[in-house]
């Protein structure tokens, strides 16, 4: 039996538990908000939108009803909004909302795998860590995998071409210092070369891309709720595909004590092999200026 929590069930949250549903891929989901009548409205919606399909158990409930999860999910938070720069911005409103929640969660019963979505992603999943203290590969960021739909979407309109020809990743920070890895990008199974003034702009377009939607319609959802359903669904299955997770280093990458979006094979304990890949110049400058800038903001923050 796989048991599922999700953490703060707005509309990301909410998403992520209907996702996890209309797969089957978990038998019971419990739902947490501070709001619990909103856990409670959306535990019936979901569980009334299976009835047809699964018998899946959805429920709302508090962090005792989270013991035994195979999988913790944590939304939580202040989303971004249209006059937020950066997901930087985000920081102050939301690190005593994720230290919360990591002290409730260090006391569930079982070996959960935490999926931390709560921005800036790099940084709270850090915090989840230090915080819980699990195992570092039990406890992984959310964003490598949106990024890089992000950048294949871009990709396949620029060339014209279906999006599933599109092969393509972005590791590193999740905000301004990602990764756009151009240097490993197939199109239909072949290696692709783009010109320095490609590169440049279907960056900035993969950079904006999250603000030009949450200018429209408010915030993103089904993009991140999918992109983590594919996340979980891996850990679930012992899928081998590869995925981008944010993940604490240990020496990879020749990094320690931070938190940022790496290739990775996951299984039933998170994040079972970390992938070094080969960079080019352009691509190591920003993937370490990334993973400095996120050192220097723990080294700054109050952890105790």
Not at 33 to 49: C, K, P, T
Not at 78 to 86: C, E, Q
Not at 90 to 99: D, E, G, M, R, S
Request: hydrophobic share 40%.
């Amino acid at each position: 039996m796989k048991k599922a929590t999700v953490i703060g069930v707005g509309s990301l949250g909410s998403c992520i538990a209907y996702e996890l549903a209309a797969r089957d891929i978990v038998d019971q989901i419990v739902l947490i908000d501070v709001y619990h009548e909103l856990a409670e409205g959306n535990a019936e919606d979901i569980a009334q939108a299976m009835a047809f399909r699964s018998n899946i158990d959805v429920v709302a409930g508090g962090y005792e009803d989270a013991d035994g999860s195979d999988i913790v999910i944590v939304t939580a938070g202040k989303p971004r909004t249209p006059d937020m720069k950066s997901r930087m911005d985000l920081l102050k409103a939301n690190i005593q909302i994720v230290k919360s929640i990591a002290s409730n969660i260090k006391e569930i019963r079982g070996r959960p795998v935490v999926v931390t979505l709560t921005n800036p992603v790099d940084i709270m999943n850090f915090i989840m860590w230090r915080i819980t203290g699990f195992e570092r590969r039990r406890v992984i960021g959310s964003a490598g995998m949106l990024d890089s739909a992000r950048f294949r979407r871009a990709i396949s309109k620029r060339l014209n071409v279906p999006v599933l020809e599109v092969e393509a990743y972005v590791i590193g920070e999740h905000g301004e210092n990602q990764v756009p890895v151009f240097s490993r990008v197939k199109v239909k199974g072949e290696k692709k070369a783009f010109s320095k003034e490609e590169r440049a702009e279907i960056t900035e377009e993969i950079r904006q891309s999250a603000l030009n939607v949450i200018s429209k319609k408010g915030r993103t959802v089904y993009a991140p709720a999918s992109n983590t359903a594919n996340i979980i669904q891996m850990i679930i299955e012992g899928d081998s595909r590869l995925a981008v997770v944010s993940t604490v280093l240990d020496g990879e990458y020749g990094l320690k004590g931070v938190s940022i979006g790496v290739p990775a094979k996951l299984g039933s304990g998170g994040v079972e092999r970390i992938i070094e890949w080969d960079l080019d110049e352009d691509e190591k400058s920003t993937f370490y200026k990334g993973a400095e800038n996120m050192k220097r903001i723990i080294e700054e923050l109050s952890l105790s």
